[in-house]
């Protein structure tokens, strides 16, 4: 409790303004530094922009799942940037490329009248009934279409095959097929977009509709992406797409995003920042002992407990750093009187935050 109190009295940083990109990135750029030390100043900026156009109108409301990340193989790290909207890595089945105001129906099953559990076989004895043999399924499949068309439906996104059949008369009727292959990713867009997501051939029902500003292809150093656009008070979609020579820079690249984000979030339910480098644990540390010589008895070796164990983040910082713990942390303890003092892991001295 003590320990707690002491924290709310030390503080080196406090964000105002979360939608101001300069402070924000301010903040982030620790987090992303001890990850990638030498992009740190250019993914906090990125990862600032993508939180304060995902940030809704509630700031306490802020969902981490409405800032995403593409990975795109090839380029420079610096060229990475970020889009509004959620990023699909992938083309659209049809011809339609575009959609302005788009009413999406989104279905987990395949998007195919002939699909059922079992196989058959069809015995076809003369021309006519080869000729008349898809008549069947080319009807259901265009009825299945024209109530689609009936529901003003003008997108469809399937987590399932997509047959030739339907996939043409989703072409004639303009609607626009996206297909996507991975199960979390159709939960993500239904989520994003507010629809449901339908397990059978039947027509969507207005609730179960989505609804977004927006889905186009756009091309990224020639891979093609779908992005589905949204601003709403509710939900406010950003993708960060990253770029990069191998797919272990890409994945480091991303767990930092990832860190930055979550701080952004914890931000926002409390804006102070302590000073960091070893200082505030030997700060914590020195108050204290030093309320600890106000106490008697068992009471007192419990706060002095306490109180050392925080000596093993300086300890840890300064042998990672190839430096002499015993020499680094009584020279922490020194320092630390009236103004923070931290560990420079680079030159090996103790300097002023």
């Known amino acids: 409790k ?39 100043d250019f993914f906090s900026s990125l990862i600032a922009k993508a939180c304060i156009n995902s940030l809704p109108d509630t700031s306490y409301k802020f969902d981490i799942d409405n800032v995403r990340v593409v990975q795109i193989l090839g380029s420079s790290v610096n060229d990475s940037t970020y889009m509004s909207g959620m990023v ?42 080869l000729l008349n043999y898809t008549k069947g399924e080319e009807d259901m499949a265009e009825k299945f279409v024209q109530k689609l068309v009936g529901a003003n439906v003008n997108v469809v996104v399937s987590g399932g095959s997509i047959s030739d059949i339907v996939l ?15 199960k979390f990713e159709l939960r993500r867009i239904a989520r994003a977009i507010r629809a449901t997501i339908l ?52 994945e480091d690249i991303e767990r930092a995003i990832d860190d930055g984000v979550n701080v952004y979030r914890s ?37 002095n407990r306490f109180a050392k164990a925080f000596e093993v983040f300086p300890r840890i910082l300064s ?14 303890v020194t320092s630390n009187e009236e103004e923070p003092y ?6 090996g001295d103790v300097e002023k935050i």
């Open 267 to 303: 931000m926002i339910k409390d804006p102070i920042f302590v000073p960091g480098a070893g200082s505030i644990e030997i700060l914590l540390c020195k108050k204290l002992e030093a309320e600890a010589k106000k106490l008697t008895g068992l009471d007192q070796y419990s706060y």
């Open 2 to 40: 003590k320990c707690l109190e002491t924290l709310n009295t030390i503080e080196s940083y406090r964000v105002e303004d979360f939608r101001s990109e300069e402070q924000v990135s301010k903040a982030l750029k620790a987090t992303v530094s001890a990850k990638l030390p030498q992009y740190g």
């Open 319 to 332: 042998e990672n750093s190839g430096m002499n713990a015993n020499e680094m942390v009584p020279k922490l």
């Open 168 to 182: 043409h008369f989703l072409d004639k009727y303009k609607i626009m097929t996206v297909r996507i292959m991975s």
């Open 199 to 250: 397990s059978k051939l039947d027509p969507p029902t207005p609730e179960e509709v989505g609804e977004s500003d927006d889905v186009r292809v756009e091309e990224i150093a020639s891979e093609k992406v779908v992005v589905f656009k949204r601003s709403t008070e509710d939900c406010r979609l950003s993708t960060i797409i990253l770029r990069g020579s191998t797919r272990n820079i890409l």
């Open 88 to 129: 699909v890595k992938r083309n659209v089945e049809g011809s339609i490329e575009s959609m302005s105001k788009p009413r999406i129906a989104c279905y987990s099953c395949p998007l195919d009248t002939q699909y059922c559990e079992t196989k058959g076989t069809v015995l076809i004895k003369t021309a006519d009934e």
């Open 342 to 347: 931290g560990l420079n892991v680079l030159t």
